[in-house]
């Protein structure tokens, strides 16, 4: 029973920042990837950052140097610190994780509804 919540989209100008939030909460035994992906207008869905257990980092080429992701692993949150924003980065907002609800259970992917996040020129 893994529930994902994002939050903290909103309209901002060009050149802006927002910071998004998606807690997990639940059934939770071990979470692997937190990831963030985004869906604008007319376009399909696309992976803009990505966290590993490990430590690990990884952006989309469109982001790099302006997006952050960083993982609370005790709160079982991850964040999106997004600067300099561009009208180009509007769209919706997901957060999607790998986590497993019993210990050495496999990892399956659960979805958060999506914030939308809206940049104007």
């Known amino acids: 029973q893994v529930q994902l919540v994002e939050s903290g989209g909103g309209l901002v100008q060009a050149g802006g920042s927002l910071r998004l939030s998606c807690a997990a909460s639940?059934?939770?035994?071990?979470?692997?990837?937190m990831d963030w992906y985004r869906q604008a207008p007319e376009k399909q869905r696309e992976m803009v950052a990505q966290?590993?257990?490990?430590?690990?980092?990884n952006y989309a080429d469109s982001v790099k140097g302006r997006f952050f992701i960083s993982r609370d692993n005790a709160k079982n949150t991850v964040y999106l610190q997004m600067n300099s924003l561009k009208p180009e980065d509007t769209g919706v907002y997901y957060c999607?994780?790998?986590?497993?609800?019993?210990?050495?259970?496999?990892?399956?992917?659960?979805w958060g509804q999506g914030t939308q996040v809206t940049v104007s020129s």
């Open positions: 966290t590993t257990s490990g430590g690990g980092r």
């Open positions: 639940g059934r939770i035994s071990r979470i692997n990837a």
């Open positions: 999607n994780a790998m986590i497993a609800t019993t210990a050495w259970g496999p990892l399956s992917s659960y």
